[in-house]
């Protein structure tokens, strides 16, 4: 039986430093049918003619230059561009994690008719250093129509919820019309949300497969000055599509979290910047004015979200911490959050620093 093709997709912007590090890591795969497109997203530095170098020398790269437009629409360019039966995301300034990383993807693909297929990934910095990896255990342990199954998979650990460090099966993404957004942030959770709507078969693969860079100059760790706006924009797109397909009772949990846990990313913000408590909780106050926002916190208050969940360790903590909110609490909320995350932030720099350069 001939090993299917699988087209592997790299939207590239303001990351000559780390492609070549990134594409050699797709070229030492031991897997044979590995089709690049690298998608030149109107870089302005050194990136588009590093693309062109990087086309000429190796016969399965090929590029493909536009003007800017965000790393969604990056995507979309790619997949409109390509035909394989496989696609896979990997952004610029990443890696695949070892030569088997697309190997056990696909394998697991075809063994199982999957049309997504996930797997474990690892942070590393700049140094080399890496973290412990983050494998998908959840999917062994949770069915995938369980309120457990999305919420471990799109929030407390987030493997559901990237668009790297998995692959998917073209047909099924034709199948539904699913592209990736144009939002200026957070682009692959909406993507990923409207896949499970849609109900895929999800595989999972127990090893890490992704490097994940944590670069702080990277979109992820700006300040962003539009986030209310952005956040609640994804997520009442969501509710709406949730209304348009009939859906709300079944997956409103989605949209309640991604409110719920909004509110830290949006809190954090304000300190990491040293705008501190007091802009914090100004920031919470619009935020709370929105309706989604408002409507999804009360029923995680009222333990509607959780009900039928396993873990009571969350459905207890945040009842309590979405009631606090809904008596408009919010300078206790920041401080007891705001020390929270600190620890957990903590705690994972020392992986980092225990771990050291294991690449």
């Not at 990383?101 to 693909?109: C, D, E, F, H």
């Not at 949770?142 to 457990?148: E, G, I, M, V, Y």
């Not at 998917?168 to 034709?174: A, N």
């Not at 994804?234 to 599509?241: K, T, V």
Request: charged share 25%; proline share 4%; hydrophobic share 35%.
């Amino acid at each position: 039986m001939e090993n299917p093709w699988i087209d592997i997709i790299i939207p590239v912007y303001k990351t000559e430093k780390y492609l070549n590090a990134c594409l050699q890591s797709v070229l030492d795969q031991d897997y044979p049918c590995i089709h690049v497109l690298l998608v030149d997203d109107g870089s302005p530095d050194q990136c588009p003619a590093l693309c062109d170098a990087l086309a000429a020398n190796y016969e399965n790269v090929d590029v493909l230059h536009k003007e800017n437009s965000g790393l969604g629409l990056s995507r979309n360019t790619g997949f409109d561009a390509t035909s394989n039966p496989y696609i896979m995301f990997i952004d610029s300034d990443d890696m695949l994690d070892g030569k088997s990383a697309v190997s056990s993807l696909i394998q697991k693909a075809e063994t199982e008719k999957a049309d997504i297929v996930v797997g474990g990934f690892t942070r590393m910095q700049d140094d080399g250093s890496c973290s412990t990896p983050s494998l998908p255990e959840f999917g062994f342990t949770n069915t995938p129509d369980s309120k457990d199954f999305r919420f471990n998979g799109f929030y407390l650990y987030g493997h559901l919820s990237y668009a790297w460090g998995k692959i998917y099966r073209r047909s099924f993404l034709v199948k539904y019309q699913i592209y990736s957004h144009a939002y200026p942030f957070t682009q692959d959770k909406p993507f990923n949300f409207e896949c499970y709507i849609n109900k895929p078969v999800y595989a999972f693969v127990n090893q890490s497969i992704y490097l994940y860079r944590v670069n702080t100059q990277s979109v992820t760790f700006k300040y962003k000055k539009n986030y209310i706006q952005v956040w609640n924009k994804i997520g009442s797109d969501f509710y709406h599509l949730l209304e348009e397909k009939n859906l709300v009772n079944e997956y409103q949990d989605l949209a309640a979290w991604h409110y719920f846990l909004g509110t830290n990313f949006m809190m954090m913000q304000e300190y990491n910047t040293g705008k501190g408590h007091k802009e914090a909780v100004n920031a919470l106050k619009r935020y709370f004015t929105l309706p989604l926002a408002k409507k999804s916190i009360r029923l995680l208050a009222e333990g509607t979200i959780q009900k039928n969940m396993k873990d009571r360790k969350w459905t207890l903590e945040s009842k309590l911490a979405a009631g606090i909110l809904c008596h408009h609490w919010y300078g206790l909320y920041v401080s007891v959050m705001h020390k929270y995350i600190r620890r957990r932030e903590k705690k994972k720099n020392e992986q980092f620093s225990r771990i050291g350069g294991e690449l």
